[in-house]
């Protein structure tokens, strides 16, 4: 990954266990992504669907369901782990969302310009 980090936003600006979009452009792209924030740490993905290139939510901030345990896709409700992006159900099973280096240095959220889009994989 570039070692290039962007400020992204303070942590406190992510409501813990929820998720906030953002508009941003990253080594001269624009990107729509999220970030998904679990206690002092934030999780950041392109909102993006791996199964139909669609974005993930149907609302601005709705990327969450089963209790904000999981993120999953308003258009056919398929679910991945907060953690790693991973699809863990629905019909882009073994995908993973398209993620960001993230670093969390002074109560600010930075993340690298480079998307990481991970290797499909089989899970027992």
């Not at 962007?6 to 929820?18: M, P, Q, S, T």
């Amino acid at each position: 990954m570039a070692d290039e980090m962007k400020r992204l936003c303070a942590v406190e600006d992510i409501i813990d266990g929820k998720a906030r979009d953002f508009d941003i452009e990253l080594g001269g792209v624009k990107r729509i992504l999220f970030a998904v924030r679990l206690g002092e740490r934030v999780f950041v993905y392109l909102n993006y669907c791996p199964h139909m290139g669609r974005p993930l939510n149907f609302a601005p901030g709705r990327f969450l369901l089963k209790d904000d345990e999981e993120i999953f896709c308003a258009f056919h409700y398929a679910g991945f782990r907060i953690e790693d992006g991973y699809c863990t159900d629905g019909p882009c099973r073994n995908y993973s969302l398209g993620r960001f280096a993230t670093k969390i240095e002074n109560g600010e959220v930075f993340i690298g310009e480079e998307l990481v889009w991970p290797e499909p994989r089989s899970e027992p």
